[in-house]
């Protein structure tokens, strides 16, 4: 999974859906499901993603469509041992960036 935003401050539902390639309906489902996702609402209640939610976001998108995990299963996993499943995750998100760096100066060379 490489999801590719830039750098901004909020995010709306539809580009994040589009980065995760997922409806914009399975967002607001997960939002209801997980108590880590808590975007901010303006006044018409459209949600703004923090780039902190972008990176719970990620971590549910690994937990349940990349490792299979059903959602009782990913909530039970965030709860027990959060802190040191999020930190596993950062550490395969690097390393994936940084093999997708080498695999493009490996393709310049």
Known sequence: MYIDLP??????????????????????????????????????GNRKFTPEDIQNLKFIYHLVKERGFTLEGAKTHLKEDRQKALNTFEIITKLEDIKSQLLKIKSQL
Do not use: C
């Open 7 to 44: 750098e901004k401050r909020y995010y709306g539902i539809g580009e994040v859906a589009k980065a995760f390639k997922v409806n914009t309906s399975l967002i607001r489902f997960w939002e209801k499901e997980f108590d880590i996702l808590k975007p901010k609402k303006n006044a018409k």
